[in-house]
């Protein structure tokens, strides 16, 4: 059975966590999305970043969001990062489409990457909605290196789907199935056939990334890589009881309560630990653990990651022992 997630590739934020941006060039790309070009205000480089990677944006009014890059991961002096409307979000991408303005300076961290490309001869590329934005800068790696591959792109309609220009010149690699003109991704037909030549990356929707992995359990294990822009649902935890936790640096050992997250009560005697979605999808607040056996609740960790045991996300993930060591 596949793992289901994505590869993994260490962050190397720099001195980029708590930088400032400015917005250059604001965009329409399509029904409910802008596009924002960012770049420092003295116009100085940039971090480097490979495809998957994605930055944390912290906006004025004080959401921190996260976005894939989407742009020329060979120009310097800009980022490029496409932003869908949510209807029922929690406001920031609201703010982001109906007050922020080019000139507008916001603040971010990164780049980091949790769904980093691996080398392959082949790939599939699949994309739900606003999921074409991590892929887009695959598609144009893949292309370069000269590697076999083909993009299924889905949407609501062929107006809600971004990057449709971008993505003509490739041809008849790219797949365009607008829901209301082709229905849902035909997933069972283009993935009937396991081929151990071939890495599949899929983002998008929960459901289109509960479909895929179920279409693929006949898969090669680590063929799929996944990435969620909202956290999975859960069940209950692995125990309901509190549980301590050491933080190796000060020697301080906490109790965690069930109500209380790690990261909360960690914070709460002082400790330093960076986060951002706090819903266990984004990485930042990655821990290593030292001893004891985390109860891993996050939607980025692959199943060998979490049977590995020795790191964790303590803003949503436990203890299954009664007491964790953490790197903090």
């Known amino acids: 059975m596949l793992d289901g997630t994505r590869g ?22 399509a029904d409910g999305v802008v596009t924002l070009e960012l770049a420092r205000p003295d116009g100085g480089r940039l971090p480097d970043w490979a495809p998957g990677a994605h930055i944390d944006v912290t906006l004025a009014h004080g959401a921190t969001r996260q976005y894939s890059l989407c742009g020329d991961r060979w120009d310097a002096h800009s980022y490029r990062v496409g932003v869908l409307r949510e209807v029922d979000g929690r406001g920031g991408s609201a703010y982001v489409h109906d007050e922020l303005a080019v000139r507008d300076v916001v603040t971010f961290g990164g ?4 769904f980093a490309m691996v080398p392959s001869p082949r790939y599939l590329f699949v994309a739900g909605g606003i999921g074409i934005t991590p892929l887009l800068p695959m598609v144009h790696q893949a292309d ?3 590697a076999d591959w083909a993009l299924l792109y889905g949407g609501r309609s062929r107006s809600s789907m971004a990057f449709l220009d971008e993505l003509a010149r490739h041809g008849d690699r790219v797949h365009l199935h607008p829901q209301d003109e082709a229905g849902l991704l035909p997933l069972a037909a283009w993935l009937r056939e396991p081929r151990e030549d071939t890495v599949v990356y899929c983002c998008g929707p929960g459901p289109l ?13 680590h063929r799929l890589r996944t990435e969620r822009f909202a956290a999975a649902e859960l069940g209950a935890p ?3 009881e509190p549980f301590e936790v050491e933080l190796a640096r000060t020697g301080t050992t906490i109790t965690v309560p069930p109500q209380l997250s790690v990261l909360a009560a960690a914070r709460s005697v002082g400790a330093t630990a960076l986060s951002s979605c706090e819903q266990g999808v984004c990485g930042t607040c990655e821990t290593s653990v030292l001893a004891g056996v985390p109860d891993h609740r996050d939607s980025i960790l692959a199943d ?17 022992t009664d007491r964790l060591v953490l790197d903090l």
């Open 144 to 146: 370069l290196v000269g």
């Open 209 to 221: 990334l509960d479909a895929i992995a179920d279409a693929t359990t006949h898969w090669p294990p």
């Open 304 to 320: 060998h990651e979490r049977a590995a045991g020795d790191c964790m996300f303590p803003c949503v993930s436990r203890s299954c």
């Open 238 to 240: 692995v125990r309901d």
């Open 111 to 114: 780049p980091r990457n949790d």
């Open 8 to 29: 993994r590739e260490e962050a190397d934020v720099g001195d980029a966590q708590g930088d400032q941006l400015v917005v250059t060039a604001k965009e329409v790309a």
